[in-house]
């Protein structure tokens, strides 16, 4: 159905209305999302911020397609993500997702370069692993196995691996969470650069507030709901901003 | 109070519950057959002992040609005899109208008014014959069961060879009967052996036993010797032609339970520690992974002031709720499965009463040993326990170290994708852990293996003992040796193709302190209906001068080629004869002694003489040619071999021998067990990897393959090595199924060892379906938040 339409440039990358979560039932019932409805438009660098808890993450498994939502509409492009079956989640999630996690989630059994082979394998247009880990600045440390690398190089690792495949969207839950400021730093500014050179969408989960100065759009989130939306006019580059 | 800690114990246990049911049922099932083999090894020697005790059953039995009444009291003189009884006994054959063959049974006197001293008989139905009614005679009851007879029938019995009708007044049964077989037959059937009992003046009228008896019992004592008792016997009886006095233990009915309750005990000792090893490989595994994986709460743990030994206890009272839940449960079952069993065994051996007892020691012991198994397994993992330090917990996780793992060649490295690589580097990273997981599998595999070799050892031993060894249709026995010319008159028999005569003398053979009582099998030089055949199949060469023993009767007398054996004869003039040993063989069935036809009666010093003869015939005249011999006076009986070969299959299957379909299944059960648990864990190692790997895109199928591979691998690896050990625990299987009656030999074909390969695979496959279903359902969100 994507064909048929003439704008498709026009489409939002992605677009939610009343979009609910609920866990558990009875007593122990948590709305993690509280009828959420959003647009998030092509190409723009997202930053979600708020308290922990807050259903930040549950909002981006469920655009990433690893969830399912209780009750609301999700889409991506036209795609509605809320009536795929499995499958079809699958296949949406190997030809436009790419994740990057706060415990980067590498094959220890494969070297960076491996790593990165992996997603090229299931991927139509993917890039070489080399130039994957070259964008990343990792070309020097191909064949390190994970163990032999240190967080932050992990992370890039796993920035290459998930921008290996030229993903339309590009899923970031606290992507420096477990890095020093400098080296999460550099992690951003990778993120940067892929959302520069592939024109990904990318949507970028932290506690950071000051990773808010490179986002197009700051989402403010608390208690499974939109707080506000703040558009932003002034982007700095990751280097620009005081932490 | 709940602390947390036993909070997470339980929440741990329901984690892992299905693993913790799986190793507690192979706890369980190990208490089980302990419990139930220990109690049924009680319950049958307490059931016997009752049974004989309560019909005064004999010490010693001593069978006499002809010895006249008096001497019974030369026989109570006797110091350390309590009692004496004499008694008339013959053999019989019985004619019923829908059957060709005439049966064989034994005939048995009881005192015309009163019940016996010895060897009373427990009447189950009807009544005793009554004083002066010499047509009145009592039925065994599996015999009258099996031919559909009851008291108040009539039977037509020859008894040395005048034919008469009797009435069935009674049915009864007796301690010694609880396997009754015809002469020269080796498995018991109800349908074709009778025990008559008549009125002591009637059957000696038939047998010319008036004022005499020709089998003595004799009761002992307490602390009176055996050996001493019948020496002194065949002393007093040796004028009137003593057969030989012999004890209780090797009574043929006796000597079959105690076979069975040895086995049984056996199998007590020898399966439960199976069991337990198996359970405690698989405790080990479990309780290593969990512990690696919760490394950093250990240490986060200790951290806060919990020492060493307070973290271990935790883990050891997980592995003791499953060893102590597994013991239970296995006393519970083993109870249950005793009291089915024991049932079984009462109508198989006919006793009259059964009570299934356990020792409860029996209790104590599978606990003890379920906790020390269990705990043992643990140790090992435990001390890594007291090794870590609380520093391990700030630190953030590592990623498992693949640096030194298998070095691919590089043009390998590149034919291979990725998820291959995957799994050789993780099969090979960790050799011992990979080690743990081939062995495992090759124990399964080595189990089904050795199990099916001597499945299919039995059926040979069947097919080989009556298609090989025995290619006649039948075996005709003669009433006392005749010469050759009743050949001629059997080959004469409208129907019969072939006949080939052979000889059987009862002996005891001694050498030095040993001896041993049973015959001497003379067969023709060149014999084609009836062979000796050693377990190769080749034919034993039977050497003019010398006997050939079979391995178990060598063992008794301990004796070699070369060696001199003093064979004393039991029938005819009874003499005394020296002759060397030529060889000795390993035989299929029975334990038998051969010798070529004309050496044994040229030491006789009667020739031409056979006691009986196979025969060949045409199966369009079987009915002409029953009818024939059943007619003639001198044929004692005769065996068709579809008959014998039905009763010994049955035989095969019932007692000891139906414990192989139960280790069958056992087998099965801990292949499927090891397999499945393998498969598991291998899962749990990895699920944050699957997901992860679901996450980027992979299909479920693609994600399983990961998984699968590996498990394939470690299968494929395994195949041979249990194919292996397979072989040598066929050895240890076949020697604990062997008895006295038959020996099993494992058969190995790749048609045996491709089945246990296929059924390994079976449990490989199911594992995987299994675990294959786990990796659809990962839930991608959970698995990645958990760090390991
Ligand atoms: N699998 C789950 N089961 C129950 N509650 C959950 C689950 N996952 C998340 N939650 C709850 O949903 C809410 C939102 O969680 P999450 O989206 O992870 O928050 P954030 O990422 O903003 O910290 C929290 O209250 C959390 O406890
Ligand atoms: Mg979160």
């Not at chain 2, 806060?304 to 030994?309: E, I, K, L, T, V």
């Not at chain 2, 006793?351 to 409860?360: A, G, Q, T």
Request: proline letters at 5%; aromatic letters at 8%.
């Amino acid at each position: 159905m994507n064909g048929k339409l003439p704008n498709g440039d026009d489409i939002a990358a992605f677009r939610t209305r009343n979009l609910s979560k609920v866990y558990g039932e009875g007593a122990a019932t948590v709305h993690a999302l509280r009828g959420v409805s959003l647009e998030i438009p092509k190409g723009e660098i997202v930053v979600l911020l708020g308290p922990s808890g807050s259903g930040k993450s549950t909002l981006l498994n469920i655009l990433g397609g690893l969830d399912h939502a209780s009750s609301g509409e999700a889409y991506f492009q036209h795609q509605s993500l809320t009536e795929m079956t499995n499958a079809e989640l699958t296949q949406y999630r190997r030809a436009h997702v790419g994740f990057v996690f706060q415990f980067y989630n590498l094959m220890p059994s494969l070297t960076a370069v491996e790593n990165v082979e992996l997603v090229r394998e299931i991927a139509d247009q993917p890039m070489r692993p080399e130039e994957a880990l070259a964008l990343v600045g990792l070309d020097k440390r191909l064949h390190h196995f994970p163990s032999q690398m240190s967080g932050g190089e992990q992370q890039r690792v796993a920035i290459a691996r998930a921008i290996a495949k030229q993903p339309t969207v590009l899923f970031c839950d606290e992507p420096t969470g477990a890095l020093d400021s400098t080296t999460g730093r550099a992690v951003l500014k990778v993120l940067q650069n892929v959302n520069e050179t592939l024109g990904a969408t990318i949507l970028i989960v932290t506690h950071a507030a000051a990773t808010a100065k490179m986002a197009d759009r700051v989402i403010h989130f608390a208690d499974g709901d939109i707080r506000e939306v703040i558009v932003n006019t002034a982007k700095l580059s990751p280097e620009e901003i005081e932490w | 109070m709940v602390t947390p800690l036993n909070q997470k114990l339980v929440r741990d246990l329901w984690r892992i519950k299905s693993q913790a049911i799986a190793i507690g049922l192979v706890i369980a099932l190990g208490v089980l057959m302990l419990v139930m083999m220990h109690g049924l090894v009680n319950t049958l020697e307490e059931t016997r002992l009752a049974y004989y005790d309560r019909y005064r059953l004999a010490d010693v039995f001593a069978p006499v040609n002809r010895a006249p009444t008096h001497t019974l009291k030369e026989l109570a003189a006797i110091p350390g005899v309590a009692a004496v009884q004499g008694r008339v006994m013959g053999e019989a054959l019985i004619d019923l109208p829908e059957v060709n063959v005439p049966l064989r049974a034994r005939a048995i006197s009881l005192p015309d008014t009163g019940s016996p001293t010895l060897n009373d008989i427990f009447l189950t139905d009807g009544r005793m014959m009554l004083a002066g009614h010499v047509d009145e005679i009592i039925l065994l009851k599996g015999f009258a069961e099996a031919r559909q007879l009851t008291p108040g029938d009539s039977l037509t019995v020859t008894m040395n060879g005048a034919r008469r009708t009797f009435s069935i007044v009674g049915l009864a049964q007796s301690p010694e009967f609880f396997y009754s077989t015809a002469p020269g037959e080796l498995a018991a059937d109800d349908s074709r052996f009778a025990v008559i009992w008549v009125g002591e003046s009637a059957l000696a009228a038939a047998y010319d036993m008036e004022g005499a008896f020709n089998e003595a019992l004799l009761s002992l004592e307490p602390g009176a010797g055996l050996a001493a008792v019948t020496n002194a016997a065949d002393k007093i009886l040796y004028k009137f032609g003593s057969l030989g006095a012999y004890g209780l233990e090797n009574q043929l009915s006796n000597r079959f339970i105690s076979e069975e309750i040895d086995g049984l005990k056996a199998s007590a000792v020898g399966v439960p520690p199976l069991f337990l090893a198996v359970a405690a490989f698989l405790l080990y595994i479990v309780i290593s992974r969990m512990v690696q994986s919760e490394r950093e709460q250990i240490g986060l743990l200790k951290a806060f002031g919990y020492s060493s030994a307070e973290v271990s206890t935790h883990y050891l009272k997980l592995v003791l709720v499953i060893a102590i839940g597994g013991a239970l449960a296995g006393i519970a079952m083993g109870i249950a499965a005793g009291r089915g069993m024991a049932e079984l065994y009462q109508s198989y051996f006919k006793f009259p009463f059964i009570v299934f007892e356990v020792d409860p020691v029996t209790f104590y012991v599978g606990l003890l040993i379920s906790i020390g198994t269990a705990t043992a397994a643990s140790l090992l993992v435990l001390r890594s326990i007291f090794l870590l330090t609380p520093a391990v917990a700030m630190r953030p996780p590592l990623p498992p170290d693949y640096r030194n793992a298998l070095k691919l060649p590089e043009r390998f490295q590149r034919i291979l994708d990725q998820p291959s690589k995957m799994v050789l580097r993780r099969v090979f990273r960790q050799p011992g852990r990979m080690f743990a997981a081939v062995t495992g599998i090759a124990c399964g595999m080595a189990l089904s293996a050795g199990m099916i070799s001597v499945m299919s050892g039995f059926d040979r031993a069947l097919d080989v003992s009556f298609s090989v060894l025995d290619r006649s249709d039948a075996n005709v026995v003669f009433t006392h040796s005749l010469t050759q010319k009743s050949i001629i008159e059997l080959a004469q028999v409208p129907g019969v193709i072939a006949v080939e005569p052979y000889r059987s003398v009862p002996v005891i053979f001694r050498h030095g302190r040993h001896h041993y009582q049973g015959g001497i099998e003379g067969l023709v030089d060149n014999p084609r209906l009836y062979r000796a055949l050693d377990t190769s199949l080749q034919p034993i060469p039977l050497m003019p001068n010398g006997i050939v023993l079979s391995k178990p009767i060598a063992d008794i007398l301990q004796a070699a080629p070369g060696d001199w054996i003093t064979i004393d004869v039991r029938e005819g003039r009874r003499p005394l004869l020296q002759v060397p040993v030529a060889a000795v063989a390993n035989t299929l069935l029975g334990s038998p002694v051969y010798m070529q036809l004309s050496a044994l009666n040229h030491y006789l010093k009667e020739p031409e003489q056979v006691s009986g003869a196979f025969l060949r015939l045409d199966t369009a005249q079987r009915d002409q040619v029953y009818r024939a011999i059943k007619n003639m006076p001198a044929v004692a009986g005769i065996s068709l071999k579809l008959d014998s070969r039905i009763s010994f299959e049955k035989m095969m299957d019932q007692g000891a021998g139906a414990m192989r379909y139960i280790m069958a299944l056992i087998a099965g059960v801990i292949t499927f067990g090891i397999v499945f648990n393998s498969a598991r864990i291998a899962y749990a190692e990895r699920e944050r990897d699957l997901a992860s790997l679901r996450v980027i895109g992979f299909t479920k199928g693609e994600t399983a393959f990961v998984l699968l591979g590996e498990l394939t691998l470690v299968t494929l690896i395994a195949l041979p090595i249990g194919a292996a050990l397979g072989y040598y625990l066929s050895l240890a299987i076949s020697e604990g199924f062997s008895t006295d009656i038959y020996q099993i030999q494992p058969v190995y074909t790749s048609e045996n060892y491709g089945i246990a390969g296929l059924a390994v695979i079976f449990a490989s496959l199911v594992s995987g379906w299994l675990v294959k279903r786990d990796i659809d359902r990962i839930d991608l969100v959970s698995a990645l938040k958990s760090k390991e």
